[in-house]
């Protein structure tokens, strides 16, 4: 097998074994739904977040990328570590966090762009939820 020598291996990785593809249920009030696209590129993705009503703690999350490899590997570290988080936390995660850790070249941080605002609008889609469910924002502590 013979792989572009410009990815690393943790791109490969998590190209050919993405963590957490898949697809919650959108209507559903615990989820959140993060749909991104790079106009650059084309490239979309789609980031799901679970979150737990009572701790506003993320307890599952998932993905779907029409992309490159880079987009794929960079939505499956994403939902990697969001899962387990509080959601002000994720909101801190950076691009370039996921970039550096899958050594992306500088010409692929776009891709890994994609993943920091696909993580943020899941958040701002189910917080938009809770707002519209109780009137009042509930998902500060
Ligand atoms: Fe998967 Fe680090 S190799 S998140
Ligand atoms: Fe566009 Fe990677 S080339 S997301």
């Known amino acids: ?65 029409f992309g490159c490899g880079s987009a794929i590997a960079s939505s499956s570290v994403a939902t990697e570590w969001v899962k387990g988080k509080q959601m002000e936390e994720v909101l801190t995660i ?3 966090e996921i970039a550096k850790h899958l050594s992306l070249p500088p010409v692929k941080l776009h891709c890994s762009m994609l993943a920091e ?7 701002k889609d189910y917080q938009a939820k809770q707002t519209k469910k109780t009137g009042s924002t509930e998902a500060s502590p």
Do not use: W
Request: hydrophobic residues 35%; contains cysteine; charged residues 25%.
């Open 1 to 65: 097998l013979s792989l572009p020598r410009m990815y690393h291996e943790r791109v490969v990785d998590h190209y050919d074994n993405p963590r957490n593809v898949g697809t919650f249920d959108k209507n559903d009030p615990t989820i959140g739904t993060g749909l991104v696209g790079a106009p650059a590129c084309g490239d979309v993705m789609k980031l799901q977040i679970k979150v737990d009503d009572g701790t506003g703690k993320i307890v599952d999350a998932c993905f779907k990328t």
């Open 94 to 96: 950076k691009n370039t």
């Open 117 to 123: 605002d696909a993580i943020k609008a899941a958040v």
